[in-house]
């Protein structure tokens, strides 16, 4: 028995396309058919009867939320999708606070910039994320 929903079933969810997220799970778009065809992975139709998967499925069995694509080229591949919690301003800078599926991420932006995008909680934005380096610490263990 397939995981693809009969159309009375269908959720009004955000779905990206198979081949979007057969290379968010990082399988093959033949793997993603089986697994919907095997039940092992919730797949609507859309309205030519093409294949959608809910993010929400994406999420689930990755555990974390896909990455945004957007409409430029950018080098940073590190993109997650989220809403504005909470933007916070002083002086010429603000931090916007997002959550990002399981994350909350604090942005360091200019004032401007939140005027420009006309930030404000509820918004949908993607956090785009370029580091040259992380670093990972623990308080407990002692350093040299």
């Known amino acids: 028995m397939g995981g693809t ?3 009375a079933k269908r959720r009004t969810s955000a ?17 993603l058919r089986r697994w919907d065809r095997d039940g092992r992975i ?3 139709r859309d309205g030519s009867n093409r294949r959608q998967v ?6 689930r069995l990755t555990g974390q939320p ?22 916070q301003a002083d002086g010429v800078m603000a931090v916007v606070e997002i959550e ?7 942005a ?9 995008l006309a930030l404000r909680p509820g918004v949908a934005v993607v956090a785009t994320i370029k580091a040259t380096s992380v670093m990972v610490s623990r308080e407990d263990v002692p350093t040299g």
């Open 5 to 7: 929903m009969p159309a």
């Open 66 to 87: 896909p990455r945004a694509k957007t409409g430029s080229r950018l080098s940073a591949r590190n993109r997650l999708a989220g809403t504005v919690r909470r933007v």
């Open 108 to 116: 360091a932006i200019t004032r401007d910039a939140v005027e420009e």
């Open 100 to 106: 990002a599926g399981p994350y909350t991420l604090a």
């Open 42 to 44: 919730e797949v609507v």
């Open 54 to 59: 809910p993010v929400s499925e994406v999420e």
């Open 15 to 31: 779905t990206m396309k198979a081949s979007d997220a057969a290379r968010a799970l990082g399988i093959s778009l033949d793997t």
